[in-house]
């Protein structure tokens, strides 16, 4: 599926989805900093995966992990620092929960430091419990 606002096209086709652009966005986040390409690589082929562009180039990204039946959780959401502040995050977002697979699901996600940004799609924060991992990512 592809969904237009002014200049920005989302798309679920992984076909166009550029694991080197990907691999740049997730890099200097505090979550996805210290993932290989080959990991990158195994989630987004494992998950619904979402591309944003401009002019064919891809500035942003996210994915989903889900049964497509009960619960859908959001994951790796991030847009291009040049591109932020131009509500290309939010047209992401929308496409998301819009998705027809997965607009009938209750979805999940986890931040430290965008609460926020996605209270505005009506998520709360909500205690969880989470495995502990050896080097604790969350």
Same mark, same amino acid.
């Given at each position: 599926m592809e969904w237009y606002h002014n200049n920005?096209?989302?798309?679920d086709d992984k076909e166009l989805l550029d694991l080197d652009i990907i691999?740049? $966005? @997730?890099?200097? #986040?505090?979550?996805?900093?210290? +993932? %290989?390409?080959? #990991?990158?690589?195994?989630?987004?082929?494992? %998950?619904?995966s979402f591309g944003v562009y401009i002019d064919d180039k891809q500035m942003g990204f996210a994915r989903v992990v889900t049964d497509q039946a009960v619960f859908s959780w959001i994951l790796d959401v991030v847009i291009d620092p040049e591109y932020q502040g131009r509500g290309v995050g939010s047209f $992401?977002?929308?496409?998301? @929960?819009?998705?027809?697979? @997965?607009?009938?699901t209750k979805f999940a996600l986890a931040t430290k430091d965008a609460q926020p940004f996605y209270e505005a799609f009506n998520? #709360?924060? +909500?205690?969880s419990m989470v495995q502990k991992l050896v080097k604790d990512e969350w």
């Open positions: 920005f096209v989302v798309s691999y740049n $966005l @997730l890099k200097p #986040t505090y979550w996805a900093n210290d +993932r %290989s390409k080959e #990991t990158i690589k195994q989630s987004i082929e494992n %998950s619904f $992401l977002m929308q496409c998301i @929960l819009e998705h027809p697979a @997965l607009k009938n998520f #709360t924060e +909500r205690p």
